[in-house]
C-alpha cells in the first residue's frame, strides 16, 4: 500500500509539476477589434492571469484612437512587439487570441510567422473580397486606386468604413486615412482575406463563432482553409458578436488546456 502510495504521490506531483511549468512558460496576446481598445479583453486577461499564464494586450492600429495609422501588414507589427514582451518575461509557448478585425489580424499574422503555439480567433471579421462589394466601400476604393495612379498614395482622404454594433446593427462610419493604407485593408485582393491567411497557418485553429453574428457567415469556409491538424476546433456559441469573447472563455480555457498535452 505504501508503495502505491508512492507511486500515486510521485504521478500527482509530476503532473503538476509539468502544469506549473507550462503555465509559467505560456504567454496570451489579445488582439481587439476595430475602433476597440485593449481594455476589450481585460476580464479574460485577468482570469488568464490567474491560471498561470502570462498576457498581453497591444493597441492595434485599428483602434479608436489610431484608425488606420499603418498598412495592414506593418500593423501585425504590433503582435511582434507584444510577443517580444512575453519572451523576455520567459514565455517560450505563445498563442495569439483576435476578435472581430483583431481575429482577421491573428489569422493575418500566423500565416506569416511560424513558432506559434495556437491561434484564436473570436468571430474573426472584415471579409474584403465581400466588404468591397459594398456600394459605398465600392466607390472609396475607386477613389483610393485613383489617387494612388496619380500618385497620391500618401495623402490623407475620408473613406468609407463599416463596423459591427450592439445585435445585429451596422454602423456605418466616415474614416481618414491615406489611400493606400485605405486599399490595404479593403481591397479584395488585399493581405487581409482570411481564407487565404488561414490556408497558411502552421499552428493549430481554435474558431470560436456566434450564431447570432451575421459577420459569421463565411466562419466555417474560413476554418476549413485551415490545414489539418488534430487540435483544430470548431466551436459555435449562442452569442452576438459583441457577446462572443465572453461566450468562447470556457472553449478557449479548455483548449488551451489541451495545447498543454502537445
Not at 99 to 128: C, D, E, F, Q, T
Not at 137 to 165: C, H, P, W, Y
Request: with cysteine; proline share 5%; glycine share 10%.
Amino acid at each position: 500500500m505504501r508503495r502505491i502510495f508512492k507511486l500515486l504521490f510521485a504521478g500527482s506531483t509530476a503532473a503538476l509539476l509539468t502544469t506549473a511549468a507550462y503555465a509559467d512558460s505560456l504567454g496570451v496576446v489579445f488582439v481587439h477589434g476595430k475602433q476597440g481598445r485593449p481594455m476589450q479583453f481585460e476580464r479574460i486577461a485577468e482570469a488568464f492571469s490567474e491560471l498561470g499564464w502570462q498576457t498581453e494586450r497591444p493597441e492595434m492600429c485599428w483602434s479608436r484612437t489610431r484608425i488606420y495609422d499603418q498598412p495592414y501588414l506593418d500593423c501585425l507589427g504590433d503582435i511582434d512587439t507584444a510577443i517580444g514582451r512575453l519572451r523576455d518575461r520567459g514565455a517560450t509557448n505563445v498563442v495569439i487570441v483576435g476578435m472581430s478585425l483583431g481575429g482577421n489580424g491573428v489569422l493575418g499574422y500566423g500565416a506569416r510567422h511560424s513558432g506559434l503555439k495556437g491561434v484564436i480567433a473570436l468571430a474573426p471579421a472584415h471579409a474584403p473580397e465581400f466588404i468591397s462589394l459594398r456600394p459605398d466601400i465600392a466607390q472609396s476604393l475607386v477613389k483610393a486606386r485613383a489617387m494612388i495612379a496619380e500618385g497620391r498614395g500618401d495623402a490623407t482622404d475620408e473613406f468609407a468604413d463599416v463596423n459591427t454594433g450592439e445585435g445585429t446593427s451596422s454602423i456605418n462610419f466616415a474614416v481618414k486615412t491615406t489611400a493606400k493604407i485605405y486599399v490595404s485593408f479593403f481591397a479584395p485582393e488585399s493581405a487581409a482575406v482570411m481564407t487565404a491567411n488561414a490556408g497558411k497557418l502552421t499552428a493549430p485553429l481554435l474558431l470560436v463563432s456566434g450564431i447570432n453574428d451575421p459577420t459569421q457567415r463565411g466562419s466555417r469556409n474560413v476554418f476549413q482553409s485551415a490545414p489539418p491538424d488534430p487540435m483544430n476546433r470548431f466551436v459555435s456559441v449562442d452569442a452576438t458578436h459583441m457577446g462572443t469573447p465572453a461566450a468562447a472563455r470556457p472553449a478557449m480555457v479548455e483548449w488551451l488546456k489541451e495545447i498543454a498535452a502537445r
